[in-house]
């Protein structure tokens, strides 16, 4: 059964840049999208960005578009998702998911049927 691996998250100041990285133990991600969400507390999980590992598909929640780069490591075969120029508001964890979503469903939790344990993102002002 695949299990989400996250790591990479921590504790940066304001300006800073961090690199989130999300494995699959156990299986891959063949045929499938992978995809970041957050939740801060007391508010709701939020969309941040998804990618289809076969290729043709890459999404990103407007508050983080032209900050943060999802990509694939093929070779390691994880997502990378990579966050520069970060804000306090940016503080969460990060839940990586995956699942079979079509384009209208990409941002959307119940696209994915498969959750990380989530690493934390600290961002001080």
């Known amino acids: 059964q695949v299990q989400l691996v996250e790591s990479g998250g921590g504790f940066v100041p304001a300006g800073g840049s961090l690199r989130l990285s999300c494995a699959a133990s156990?299986?891959?991600?063949?045929?499938?999208?992978v995809a970041w969400f957050r939740q801060a507390p007391g508010k709701e999980r939020e969309f941040v960005a998804a990618i289809r590992w076969s290729g043709g598909m890459i999404r990103y929640g407007d508050s983080v578009k032209d900050r943060y780069t999802i990509s694939r490591d093929y070779a390691n075969h994880r997502v990378i998702l990579q966050m520069n120029n970060l804000k306090p508001d940016d503080t969460a964890v990060y839940y990586c998911?995956?699942?079979?979503?079509?384009?209208?469903?990409?941002?959307?939790?119940?696209?994915?049927?498969?959750w990380g344990q989530g690493t934390q993102v600290t961002v001080s002002s």
């Open positions: 156990g299986g891959s991600f063949s045929n499938s999208a």
């Open positions: 998911a995956t699942g079979r979503p079509i384009a209208s469903t990409i941002a959307t939790m119940r696209a994915y049927d498969r």
